[in-house]
């Protein structure tokens, strides 16, 4: 099976964190944690600030680690990094993702996730909500 190697931003601002949902593709609908694809000779976190410019025309600021999922959907791996990110500004746009929320520990379950995002959802719950 192939194994497609992704970063992830958790997005923190006050007590909140950036869920986007995807406006395209075959998981077209699902919320997720922004971020993509790690190219050649980048590291996760290079990964991270690329994609989060090129999908929100943000700058953010990597803060730690949270964790790492391993996911198998049925027709690939994914191996995503997942990072506690703060806005550089408070400005996003969303040039790829249908829509985007802010959501607390209260709310972080009132989105549809993408599998493989539950598991950063339960990471969230353990240690930063």
Not at 78 to 105: F, K, P, S, T, V
Request: charged content about 25%; some cysteine.
């Amino acid at each position: 099976m192939k194994t497609i190697h992704v970063v992830a931003a958790i997005i923190e601002r006050d007590g909140c964190v950036l869920a986007t949902q995807r406006g395209y593709g075959e998981f077209e609908g699902g919320w997720e944690f922004p971020g993509g694809k790690v190219e050649p000779g980048e590291t996760e976190e290079q990964a991270l600030i690329r994609e989060i410019h090129e999908e929100l025309n943000a700058e953010i600021v990597v803060n730690r680690h949270l964790c790492t999922v391993d996911y198998d959907y049925e027709t690939f791996h994914l191996h995503m990094g997942c990072y506690l990110c703060a806005l550089a500004e408070n400005h996003i746009d969303l040039l790829e993702h249908a829509q985007a929320r802010w959501l607390d520990r209260e709310t972080i379950d009132s989105v549809a996730w993408l599998p493989a995002d539950i598991s950063v959802v339960d990471a969230l719950k353990e240690e930063v909500f």
